[in-house]
Each structure stands twice: as C-alpha cells, then as structure tokens.
C-alpha cells in the first residue's frame, strides 16, 4: 500500500487547521496573561516569552499526534467516512488543549 497519498491528504487537512488551534490557544493566554504579562518589566517579558514559547512547542508536538489517528483511518475501510468526521479529532483535540493551557495558566500564579 502506497502511504503517500494518505500523507499527503494528512498534511493538507491538519495544517491548515494547526493556523485555528493555534489561535484559539494564543487568545486564551491573551485573555488570561496578556494583563499582567505588559504590567511587567521587560525582564519578566522575556520570562514570559521563553514559557509561551515552550508551552506553544509543547501544544504543537501534541499536534501531532493527530497525525497517527488520521493516517490509522485512512488506511481503513472506513476512510471515506472518516474524512467527513475528522473535524470531530480535531474538536476534540482543541478542547482538550485549551482545558489543558487554561488549568496551566489558572494554576501558574500569574492569572
């Protein structure tokens, strides 16, 4: 079985909807650090970034992991259908990271 017609309909499905779990990721840490991260001295900016930017590398490796359930179910017979059901992984997945980043920031100290 030639894998890269199941690659290919991967990426061209899970990129462009990486550009949507990341910005309802970044508005949630707007919304819950975006205060007091401009309150601080530019110190504590670069503090903030170099953690938004780990947690940002860490919700994006998580990502990933949508991959591996996509590919198992396109190379099913099951794959027409789940094509036209792969926005509920995606939902799903955005749920779970955004409870995920809001318990993180609620329990940091800093919101």
């Known amino acids: 079985m030639d ?7 991967a990426v061209s499905y899970w990129e462009r909807k990486r550009i949507t ?3 309802v990721l970044a508005l949630l840490v707007i919304s ?3 205060e007091d991260i401009l309150a601080g001295t530019p110190a504590h900016w670069l503090g903030a970034g170099i953690v ?5 590398g860490i919700a ?4 990933c992991a949508a991959y591996a359930v996509d590919l ?5 017979p099951l794959k027409a259908v789940w094509q036209q059901r792969r926005w509920l992984l995606f939902t799903s997945g955005l749920l779970l990271a ?8 609620l329990h940091s100290g800093m919101a």
């Open 72 to 76: 198992a179910f396109q190379m099913t």
């Open 52 to 56: 938004l930017l780990v947690l940002a």
């Open 3 to 9: 894998i890269k017609p199941h690659i290919t309909d």
């Open 21 to 23: 779990y990341n910005g």
């Open 60 to 63: 994006n490796v998580l990502y």
């Open 98 to 105: 955004s409870t995920l980043a809001l318990w993180i920031m």
């Open 32 to 34: 819950c650090w975006g």
